[in-house]
């Protein structure tokens, strides 16, 4: 299994809203990462987490808050998020210094 | 902040034809790594080249790296309509974080 999932595909959420983004992996990747992506603009490193512990936080609003559960998945807790938030969110997982495999991504829609 | 500069920003060519694009970086990495993103969905993962090597061939992908000139190319050659795809090099300066650059958004025309 080569694949990230990650659920849901879209969201639509008020600013005064709690939603969460998950992704799965099960490929026996040791590294997860989060990354938020605008339109027309290269992907931006938010989180990672090695060996199931944050080890990158790339000075990311509290809003945004990440959780590993477990060597498999990973979650992206939103709050009180603001309309600029909207983007396109996408995981990866990987082996370290490795290539990093990427999910389809959630596409975030804030108003 | 984004270490990697593509280019060109865009390219459009016809199908059959090569196409190249470039990316320069800014400091020292332990690897390069070129990744394609069809319309606003994931990325996938095309070719990773290491510092020590120069250059690597992936089907119809050739990679080449100068880090003496903090530059890499990618090379498609005979493209098929099924490249049109934003390109983009990420490089890996240390500890697991990939920055990428700003992309090269390819059309292949029939």
């Known amino acids: 299994d080569t694949e990230v999932t990650q659920t849901p595909k879209h969201l639509v959420m008020g600013m005064t809203n709690k939603k969460s983004l998950k992704c799965e992996q099960h490929?026996?990747?040791?590294?997860m990462y989060w990354y938020k992506q605008k339109a027309k603009k290269p992907p931006e490193l938010m989180f990672v987490?090695?060996?199931?512990?944050?080890?990158i936080n790339e000075s990311v609003p509290s809003r945004f808050s990440p959780e590993c559960p477990n060597s498999s998945l990973l979650n992206l807790h939103l709050h009180a998020l603001q309309p600029e938030d909207s983007a396109l969110y996408l995981c990866a997982s990987s082996q370290p210094y490795m290539a990093q495999y990427f999910g389809p991504g959630t596409r975030l829609l804030v108003l | 902040s984004q270490q990697g500069e593509e280019d060109p920003q865009a390219l459009s060519i016809q199908e059959g034809e090569n196409a190249t694009m470039n990316c320069s970086y800014k400091t020292s990495i332990n690897n390069l790594q070129w990744y394609r993103q069809n319309s606003g969905r994931g990325l996938v993962h095309l070719i990773l080249?290491?510092?020590?090597?120069r250059e690597k061939h992936s089907g119809r992908l050739r990679v080449t790296l100068d880090t003496s000139k903090k530059s890499s190319s990618l090379l498609i050659t005979a493209s098929r309509a099924a490249d049109t795809a934003s390109y983009f090099c990420?490089?890996?300066?240390?500890?697991?974080?990939?920055?990428f650059g700003q992309g090269t958004r390819l059309t292949i025309n029939p």
């Open positions: 990420a490089t890996e300066p240390g500890a697991q974080k990939l920055v």
């Open positions: 987490y090695s060996y199931e512990k944050l080890s």
């Open positions: 490929m026996g990747h040791r590294a």
């Open positions: 080249i290491r510092s020590n090597e």
